[in-house]
């Protein structure tokens, strides 16, 4: 089984500042993907960005990248000039390589709630 | 559809009720995925079926929970004689199978939050 952990029930940013959102995982899996999610106030779940177990580059998406060190088990966030539509809550996701069984299944931390200062 | 729909949108129950939860998933989506998520944490997941068969239910709470998908297509979770603690929202999912991008084309609906008082 898998284990997803977040360390920052909360964290705040002041606006155009930069932020660092932690995440540590546990498995036994080599091969599988990690994601953040984004859920505002509206509730949706907003997929952030998205890294694969096999490749050693750093995702990045604009403003989001991450710092995904395979061999400590962590996938932090890396949020640049943060914006006032950034705050929400951040969930960070495993799901284990399909093994042909066509099954995508999500392991979420309990998530991380940003607040963007103005 | 254009997206994961799910119906209602906010349910009130008292104890003891039947509640019955509906999911419309994308178009061509072969697989649907239930999550439960209670407040301040993150999603659970609790059942998923590939077509109309259900694959893994290992995450149902117990057998008050239970879920089908008859013609492969919309999804009804249903929680009978309901308690308190099933209070949450109540989260559905689709995605193609198989994925060539797995995730990308995992999309979540708003969610049915559920309160039984």
């Known amino acids: 089984a898998q284990t997803v952990t977040q360390s920052q029930p909360e964290m705040s940013v002041q606006e155009a500042e930069t932020v660092t959102l932690s995440c540590t995982y546990d498995?036994?899996?080599?091969?599988?993907?990690l994601f953040w999610y984004k859920q505002p106030p509206s509730r949706q779940m907003i997929l952030v960005i998205r890294q694969e177990a096999y490749k050693q580059q750093n995702a990045t998406e604009n403003r989001f990248s991450v710092n995904f060190q395979k061999a400590a088990k962590s996938f932090s966030l890396k949020i640049s000039d943060s914006q006032l539509g950034d705050t929400a809550m951040y969930f960070c996701?495993?799901?284990?390589?399909?093994?042909?069984?066509?099954?995508?299944?999500?392991?979420f931390g309990k998530g991380t709630k940003l607040s963007v200062i103005p | 559809g254009a997206g994961v729909s799910q119906s209602p949108r906010y349910k009130v129950t008292k104890r003891g009720q039947d509640v019955a939860l509906r999911c419309d998933p994308i178009?061509?989506?072969?697989?649907l995925y239930w999550y439960r998520q209670a407040l301040g944490q993150g999603p659970e997941f609790l059942t998923y079926f590939n077509y109309e068969a259900q694959q893994d239910k290992s995450g149902l709470p117990n057998d008050r929970f239970s879920a089908e998908r008859p013609e492969g297509s919309i999804s009804t979770l249903t929680i009978q004689r309901t308690e308190q603690r099933d209070s949450a929202m109540y989260r559905c999912a689709s995605s193609l199978v198989p994925d060539r991008t797995p995730g990308y084309g995992y999309t979540f609906g708003s969610g049915t939050r559920l309160t039984v008082v």
């Open positions: 178009s061509g989506h072969v697989s």
């Open positions: 498995t036994s899996e080599s091969n599988y993907y």
């Open positions: 996701a495993f799901m284990k390589q399909d093994s042909g069984a066509g099954s995508y299944q999500l392991t």
